[in-house]
């Protein structure tokens, strides 16, 4: 969170020892092409898309339903059903692509959910200051200090006694995680939005007559971008480990699938300690492969934004080396031919 | 900002937490439409009772858990049974208190989760910072293995952990947390039979505590190698075993409030695992409660665990006034 | 070598850019500090006074490479190259000892977690190994009242003194151990205009007590450098285009740059009053690439045929050297200042 103010300051002053090369202005490539892309984040990127494919794609070509009764309890793995089936008799891929599908959705809602509360109660805060600063960073912390899974029982244990099918699916639990999560990216965009707030393109922006929204959006907003793309991928991440939490402890949607709610049978019907392996590997490899890659696209993208965490690849570093080496050599012959002249 | 005002600061703060969670904890459960002991009374009720017998046992029901009075006395109820550890009945285990089936469970959770808390801190640590300093082969090796670790959900890793090492391998027994025949007590043999049903959860969760902090004290670290301190140090000639050392120091003190911040989401976490080793603690308590609709059992489990993780926070905070020198020697008017 | 404390010859410095293609910011750069004197060295940001100064304080640190360079001073010579395997090591002996650095930014100079007085003991024991915390103690207050500092500031944290003072304190820092030379680094360029004065006062009597032996002062301010130095140089795009007596080269600038350096400063004498402030056409090259021949060239008003094609050589008059064509054909005499009448 500091590295991204930590990494400007640097910019800025080590920014003209080293001038850019010419032909970088000249060429007027759009500015995300200057960012350097480490492979770590096309794998990490690859990571995610696969397991989208699998998740909304899969289901079309695979040709057994999630709610059809193909087997029975934990039958083996088979050339016909790859991954066996699972306690209820159903398929476990087509079990494991509609869980997939419905946990990514839920992640999705609620972290986009959790993002634009987060947001907006940060830049609130941040920019306007004062003591709607003190009120909404107030509010933060308190809810911050809650351990944020406490609640979420809580708040799922009600809504499991409702008779609202909406609020007992998908939906509704991506709704209790949503307004539950967003308080650590409310009180790291309040840090960057008041230190945005301070700059001289606001103090040029309000001379020249901007209401507060309007500044907010055009001006404010658009410095924490990259802030906001990394939280909102952290929060896809802590949103679907959220949802399958809840779904391990019983308080999934109903009559649904999820990673969490497959987890849950298999555990519930000892699939680990009778050795069905097919039942419980694939969501939780799916899970570890989702959080993982979300969280190192994050890390990835962190360094594409502050390049200071950045270190130089090491088959790099060894020939640059060894050509300033080469040169330094040379240089000291030059040298020491000169003072033999002089 | 003084070592005194920081302090007041953290506990008023601290304080209206734990009322704002107490609250929470109070109301949110009784949002739920109808009433408890209706649930409790149609299972009853499965039993098959008659509709007499049921009228009655749903008013002694009633009496028994205040829930005839107003919303502010069972509030006034609540809270000085809370106070005085008495959390009420069990609907499941009727009539055992829940205080004494938490009495039973909290050992388990404590042994699970403070060394896998306290330990994770000071390895991941120490990693993070020697994976910064070195950087090449060993950082890339330390950043990325703990960067898996960091990542996998905690019940991910519990499960293949059990899978591979208990399961398929059998070096550890399969779930539990002693073995049969055995029953808790303070005994030689019960603590070298509990000790190996320890291992493999507290392993679980030490593993990725270790790898969260690493992955944080290693971007702090290399933050800090380039501050003008650590090339003003470089400049006087002092050497690299001090300049690490200045390098913890400062990298420390972001790490222990990022331990304030974590110990809500580690004990989440650890909840989880005891579920998946079958591990007797508060999480498998709760998990039982939850599926038999044990409002009580459930109530006092969040409540719990909410003043425990508000308790660690506020101590965690206070230490880091002490720590800082920033607040702790801060004068007025030299600034 | 009478008369001269330290004379580096051909320092190259160059940084690694991401490319993999390394820039040189210090070209083959030679310069002399005459005992008991304070050298100035000034130039445009970018210009690679900073990168000399670090190369000269033997802290580079990749990405900034040393690649050759060898520093006489005193009775020792120092290989300035940073590329040798153990370097480092052996330059740390010198490092605070031999040469000493005033480093920029002194507000974060000391570990915030740091009492000064531990630094003290450290900078020490660093480089006698079994000092006594006593004796580091008893030398830094001895120093403190000879400067007529307060001594309560070794038990403080840096962080409780003000600006100014924090300076003071990291200049004796810099200069327990009598380092023969130190390397002033933009030391005033944050502070006030009394804290400014305060530190040059406390330098110049530094020198006169004869703490160090010679200054190396790096500045763009250069009101500051003509009040303070004996000698200036001048760098343009990592090289020395003059060097001479402070004085003479103020009032005689045989240089164009350093010409039109000086005339984009202000002045507050009499006839400076009527004049536009000029400042130089155009932009510092890119360092990666530079022009041929004379680097100033594609700026200069005096530009000639030889200037593009062949580098100057340094031209000495008396003790005043200066590397341009103009200067070779008008011997002695001061590059016409251009002035504006308003």
Known sequence: MTNIQSSAVVAETEGPLVPPEPGAATKARPAWRSLNFGPRLWVSAGLILLITLLAFVGPLFYPYAPDQKVGSLYDSPSAEHILGTENFGYDTLAVLMSSTRNSLINGLLAGTLAVFIGVTIGILAGYVGGWLEELLMGFTNIVLAIPSIVILILISISLQSTDIPFLKGIVGLALVIGITSWPWTARAVRAQASSVGTREHIDVAKLSGARTPGILLFDVLPYLASYVVMAWVLQLASAILAESTLSMLGLGPSGTNSLGMQLHWALAFQAVATGAWWAFLPPTIVLTLISFGLLYLQSSLDEVFNPRLRRGKKKNLAAAAARRAENARKLAEQNEREEVTA | ?335 | MSGVLMRATNVTAVYAADSGKDVPAVDNVTLEVPDGQILGLAGESGCGKSTLGNALAMIANPPLYVVAGKMEIGEETIDLSTLAKGANEVHRGYRGATVSLLPQGAMNAVSPTLRIRNLVVDVMRAHKRDTTKEEALDRATDRLKMLEMPTRVLDQYAHQLSGGMKQRMVTVVSTLLNPQLLIADEPTSALDVSSQKALIEMLLAMVEKKIMRGVIFITHDLPVLSMVTDRLAIMYAGKIVENGPTEELVNNARHPYTSALLSSVLDPTEETRTKHVLGIPGSPPNLGNPPSGCRFHPRCKFAMDECSATEPSFLYERDHAVACWWANKHAFETVPMEVNQA
């Open chain 2, 1 to 335: 900002m003084g070592l005194k005002r920081y302090l007041a600061n953290k506990t008023l703060w601290y304080l209206g937490a734990l009322a704002v969670a107490v609250v929470l904890n109070f109301l949110l459960p009784r949002l739920i439409p109808g009433n408890p002991v209706d649930v409790l009374v149609s299972k009853l009720g499965q039993g098959g009772m008659s509709s007499e017998a049921q009228k009655q046992t749903y008013e002694a029901f009633l009496r028994e858990f205040g829930l005839d009075k107003s919303l502010w006395d069972q509030f006034v109820l609540y809270i000085t049974g809370a106070l005085h550890g008495n959390f009420g009945a069990s609907f499941s285990f009727y009539p055992t208190p829940v205080s004494s089936l938490i009495e039973q469970s909290v050992p388990y959770t404590l042994a699970l989760q403070l060394p896998a808390i306290i330990l994770g801190w000071i390895i991941g640590n120490v990693l993070g910072a020697v994976a910064a300093y070195k950087g090449g082969s060993w950082d890339k090796s330390v950043f990325t293995t703990s960067l898996v670790f960091s990542s996998i959900p905690y019940y991910c890793l519990s499960i293949v952990l059990l899978f591979v090492f208990a399961v398929t391998l059998g070096w550890f027994p399969v779930g539990g947390a002693y073995s049969l025949g055995m029953s808790p007590e303070w005994s030689w043999d019960f603590f070298s039979d509990a000790l190996t049903y320890w291992w493999l959860p507290f392993i679980s969760l030490l593993l990725i505590n270790i790898g969260g902090q690493a992955v944080g004290m290693r971007s702090m670290a290399i933050y800090e190698l380039g501050s003008d301190y650590v090339n003003y140090s470089r400049s006087l000639g002092i050497g690299d075993g001090k300049m690490t050392r200045y390098i913890f120091n400062n990298a420390m003190l972001p790490q222990i409030t990022g331990l304030a911040l974590s110990i809500g989401t580690m004990v989440g976490g650890a909840l989880i695992t005891e579920l998946v080793f079958n591990y007797p603690g508060m999480g498998s308590l709760l998990f039982g409660a939850i599926s038999s609709s044990d409002y009580p059992v459930v109530q006092a489990v969040t409540l719990i665990i909410t003043v425990a993780v508000l308790v660690a926070n506020y101590l965690v905070e206070i230490l880091y006034g002490f720590i800082d020198p920033r607040i702790r020697a801060a004068k007025s008017g030299e600034k």
